[in-house]
């Protein structure tokens, strides 16, 4: 005859299992690297430490297992940077992710995973206090990069946000084929105008889904730059002012973001 623990000891094992509470067992965490992987679009916008507006925008490339790499990266003051980075799954099933954009200083983000194309965040260094929203630019991952000035054709509507956006406000665009247009309901002064001045552009875009261009409003221009970004069914870009006499970018005013 078997002791009575070797009779009882198994379902005793079950039992407790079964009525064990639901906390009682660690949660298993989805996210890692390999949460994000292929080409993103990236649009960063924020305040830098001294009140400056902050933005950023472009392709970067996640290699599914730590490293981020791009080669266009365009910040608010105009310039355009290679990227180099790494990234890291936390305990808390956020990513933290470490850029380093040109010569600039390393920059570090923290980011939820939103849907499996998309994951936003905050900046946690001590730079500025910014956003950050990652935008897979395909349905799938790719390696290649086959973006032409054709990816941007179409109706691109929606609305721009930022530090003055009050005062420039160009938020009703039709991309196509290398030409935008558009109408600006404000005179760069924050006042609303009866009809809208329409304004008139080109922009280029490049293999990874960046692309720049410039518009004339209201007897000035404005430098964009943006990325092809969810599937090559949004856009998401900024505007900065060209100022005389030197032409020479001043600090981004707006970011928008356009649908189909």
Same mark, same amino acid.
Request: proline share 4%; with cysteine.
């Given at each position: 005859?078997?002791?009575?623990?070797?009779?009882?000891?198994?379902?005793?094992?079950?039992?407790?299992?079964?009525?064990?509470?639901?906390?009682?067992?660690?949660?298993?965490?989805?996210?890692?690297?390999?949460?994000?992987?292929?080409?993103?679009?990236?649009?960063?916008?924020?305040?830098?430490?001294?009140?400056?507006?902050?933005?950023?925008?472009?392709a970067i490339l996640f290699d599914g297992v730590s490293g981020v790499t791009g080669?266009?990266?365009?910040?608010?003051?105009?310039?355009?940077?290679?990227?180099?980075?790494?990234?890291?799954?936390?305990?808390?099933?956020?990513?933290?992710?470490?850029?380093?954009?040109?010569?600039?200083?390393?920059?570090?983000?923290?980011?939820?995973?939103?849907?499996?194309?998309?994951?936003?965040?905050?900046?946690?260094?001590?730079?500025?206090?910014?956003?950050?929203?990652?935008?897979?630019?395909?349905? +799938? &991952? /790719?390696?290649?990069?086959?973006? !032409?000035? %054709?990816? #941007?054709?179409? =109706?691109?509507? *929606?609305?721009?946000?930022?530090?003055?956006?009050?005062?420039?406000?160009?938020?009703?665009?039709?991309?196509?084929?290398?030409?935008?247009?558009?109408t600006d309901p404000s005179n760069d002064s924050g006042s609303f105008l009866a009809?809208?001045?329409?304004?008139?552009? +080109? &922009? /280029?875009?490049?293999?990874?889904? !960046?692309? %720049?261009? #410039?518009?004339? =409003?209201?007897? *000035?221009?404005?430098?964009?730059?943006?990325?092809?970004?969810?599937?090559?069914?949004?856009?998401?870009?900024?505007?900065?002012?060209?100022?005389?006499?030197?032409?020479?970018?001043?600090?981004?005013?707006?970011?928008?973001?356009?649908?189909?």
């Open positions: 005859m078997k002791p009575l623990f070797h009779q009882f000891a198994l379902p005793s094992m079950i039992l407790a299992s079964f009525f064990a509470p639901a906390n009682a067992h660690a949660a298993t965490c989805a996210t890692s690297a390999a949460s994000l992987h292929g080409w993103y679009g990236m649009l960063v916008t924020g305040t830098t430490l001294d009140a400056g507006a902050k933005y950023l925008v472009g080669n266009n990266v365009y910040g608010g003051g105009g310039f355009d940077g290679a990227v180099t980075g790494t990234y890291a799954a936390n305990s808390d099933c956020t990513l933290t992710i470490s850029m380093t954009i040109g010569s600039t200083a390393a920059q570090v983000y923290t980011v939820a995973v939103k849907t499996s194309n998309e994951a936003v965040g905050i900046e946690v260094d001590s730079s500025a206090v910014a956003t950050i929203d990652l935008q897979a630019q395909y349905a +799938t &991952y /790719t390696p290649g990069l086959n973006f !032409t000035a %054709s990816s #941007a054709n179409g =109706v691109f509507t *929606g609305a721009c946000y930022g530090a003055a956006a009050v005062a420039t406000d160009l938020n009703i665009a039709t991309f196509s084929n290398g030409t935008v247009n558009g009809a809208n001045n329409p304004y008139t552009g +080109t &922009y /280029t875009v490049n293999s990874d889904g !960046t692309f %720049s261009g #410039a518009v004339s =409003v209201d007897g *000035g221009t404005y430098d964009f730059f943006g990325v092809i970004a969810n599937g090559g069914a949004e856009l998401e870009y900024f505007y900065t002012p060209v100022i005389p006499p030197n032409n020479l970018p001043g600090a981004a005013v707006e970011a928008c973001v356009t649908k189909l």
